[in-house]
């Protein structure tokens, strides 16, 4: 799918793509100071030549939102593909925004941007959590979609079997 580039005032909203691959390192630092772990952004960056590898797959979707070459705000997702329909669903991964750049709509391109990505690859929605008490997450989401009352469980990767 090609990168799609939205130009809203001041900001452009483009998909990074393989040649896009020198605007991650500005991403991952926006995300680490926006989601307050800039340890976890940092600490074990992936090489070159594995970013270009992610960049280039069709089912994942990194969008940022660049204003003179710096990257100000962000959105990561992913196709998932699913087995009782032919058909996909979109999962926002990350979605955040620098501090000094809220409140201008740049989240909402963000998701705009990927609803086009979305309809290209046969999803049928688009979906992202948002975490009790993230008071502007949950206002943009429920502005731009139905909200689902879900529990979110994380399940370790064992490396050995449960049972015998």
Request: net charge negative; with cysteine.
């Amino acid at each position: 799918m090609h990168s799609p580039e939205t130009t809203i005032p001041g900001f452009t909203v483009q998909r990074l793509r393989p040649e896009h691959a020198a605007l991650v390192p500005g991403l991952l630092d926006m995300f680490g100071t926006a989601f307050e772990d800039p340890i976890s952004y940092a600490r074990a960056r992936p090489d070159a030549a594995y970013l270009q590898r992610l960049l280039a797959k069709d089912h994942v979707f990194v969008l940022a939102a660049v204003q003179q070459n710096q990257v100000v705000g962000g959105l990561v997702a992913y196709e998932l593909q699913k087995i009782e329909q032919a058909r996909s669903e979109i999962y926002i991964y990350d979605l955040a925004v620098a501090e000094s750049h809220r409140r201008q709509g740049i989240a909402t391109a963000l998701i705009e941007a990927l609803q086009p990505l979305a309809r290209a690859c046969g999803a049928w929605v688009i979906y992202v959590q948002a975490d009790y008490g993230d008071e502007p997450a949950i206002a943009l989401y429920n502005k731009l979609g139905v909200k689902e009352e879900v529990m979110h469980f994380d399940i370790a990767v064992r490396t050995t079997p449960a049972h015998p």
